[in-house]
Nanobody, 119 residues
């Protein structure tokens, strides 16, 4: 069974930084595709960053490019989302997701962590 546990969310002011962590068990990072999604109130859940074992460069949505970074630590089997220059519009519940190699979707999700950015 695969489990994803996110941590690191919280309430910050605009311009601050946060680092989200996603600890993965039951599946290695080398054997999976990882992504971070977020869902703001009344909006759909959107992918903002993804990391695949074969990619040299990670994917970042235009809305976070230049401010957010996704990375993985194979030894800790943990994926991170470093968020700098946070804006009020970044306020959302952030979810970590894992997908099997060779598939197009994500079959395991974390419980979500709230990020709130005040102006």
């Amino acid at each position: 069974q695969v489990h994803l546990v996110e941590s690191g969310g919280g309430l910050v002011q605009a311009g601050d930084s946060l680092r989200l962590s996603c600890a993965v068990s039951g599946r290695t990072l080398r054997g999976s595709r990882m992504a971070w999604f977020r869902q703001a109130p009344g909006k759909e859940r959107d992918v903002i960053a993804s990391l695949n074992p074969w990619d040299v460069y990670a994917y970042l949505a235009d809305s976070v490019k230049g401010r957010f970074t996704i990375s993985g630590d194979n030894a800790k089997n943990t994926v991170y989302l470093q968020m700098n220059g946070l804006k009020p519009e970044d306020t959302a519940v952030y979810y970590c997701a894992s997908g099997a190699l060779g598939s197009s979707g994500y079959d395991y999700w974390g419980q979500g962590t709230q990020v709130t950015v005040s102006s």
